[in-house]
């Protein structure tokens, strides 16, 4: 195996992948670019917004106990992505949130890149939260990591107004996704989540 470039690590997060590894990348100092895919800040408002089947259990929960929506986000500021994304820079990060998501609320990706500092970039898409056309979201990425990790440069497509990389022709520039980091921080934010409530 290849020895890792170190000075070439890449992080991609979408969704859950996009909410904790905006938490991941702004603690990992090794990280030097990141795309962050349909991701939020403001937990509160995740949760009291999202459409996800999974939350809906949680605001009857929070419901039945007469939790205040002030008062969850002062328990979820320790773990809110939104209080870290900031110490992220001065890396470079991309955003890519879509207007009409219900899953992860649009207003909380808003949010999310508002709080990052520069350098940033978003991009919109007239989407919900599977964002629309899945080739120009990767093409974005693709480019973004191109530039900033100094990777080979994307190649046309024939009658295509999009540009990809073949897998084949992409260099081991270590775009890195810790996935089974990532899954402990979702099991570790959950449980925090519930220890919480029940101490109410």
């Given at each position: 195996m290849e020895k890792i470039d170190s000075s070439r690590?890449?992080?991609?997060?979408?969704?859950?992948?996009?909410i904790l590894g905006a938490i991941f990348i702004s603690v990992e100092p090794r990280v030097k670019a990141a795309v962050l895919i349909v991701p939020g800040g403001n937990m509160s408002l995740m949760i009291k917004e999202s459409k996800h089947p999974s939350v809906s259990l949680i605001r009857e929960y929070i419901q039945k106990t007469g939790l205040s929506y002030d008062y969850l986000q002062k328990m979820l500021d320790p773990i809110d992505p939104i209080n870290f994304i900031e110490y992220y820079s001065p890396r470079p990060v991309q955003f890519h949130c879509g207007v009409y998501d219900d899953i992860v609320p649009a207003e909380a990706c808003r949010q999310l890149y508002d709080r990052a500092r520069e350098p940033k970039e978003i991009y919109w898409y007239e989407s919900g939260h599977a964002l629309k056309p899945e080739e120009l979201v990767v093409l974005r990425a693709i480019n973004?990591?191109?530039k900033h990790l100094k990777a080979v440069k994307p190649t046309k497509v024939e009658n295509k107004e999009y540009y990809i990389v073949k897998l084949e022709n992409i260099p081991d520039y270590s775009l890195l996704i810790l996935l089974a980091w990532i899954i402990l921080l979702s099991i570790a934010?959950?449980?925090?989540?519930?220890?919480?409530?029940?101490?109410?």
């Open positions: 690590i890449g992080y991609l997060g979408a969704s859950m992948g996009g973004f990591f191109n934010t959950a449980v925090y989540i519930l220890y919480k409530l029940k101490k109410i």
